[in-house]
């Protein structure tokens, strides 16, 4: 998971909720993302 929504579950105190979570994946073939950005989602141990 990102760094960025590990830290929102922890702020929100959204982890007891995880179960019923659904993630829902929108393919936009990097388009609307820059190559630094989308540079650093590789760096991420997601």
Same mark, same amino acid.
């Given at each position: 998971?990102?760094?960025? $929504?590990?830290?929102?579950?922890?702020?929100?105190?959204?982890?007891?909720?995880?179960?019923?979570? &659904?993630?829902?994946?929108? $393919?936009?073939?990097?388009?609307?993302?820059?190559?630094?950005?989308?540079?650093?989602?590789?760096? &991420?141990?997601?």
């Amino acid at each position: 998971m990102y760094k960025g $929504g590990k830290n929102y579950i922890q702020k929100n105190a959204l982890k007891q909720n995880l179960n019923q979570v &659904t993630h829902i994946v929108w $393919g936009i073939e990097g388009s609307m993302v820059s190559k630094e950005v989308m540079e650093e989602y590789y760096q &991420t141990d997601s």
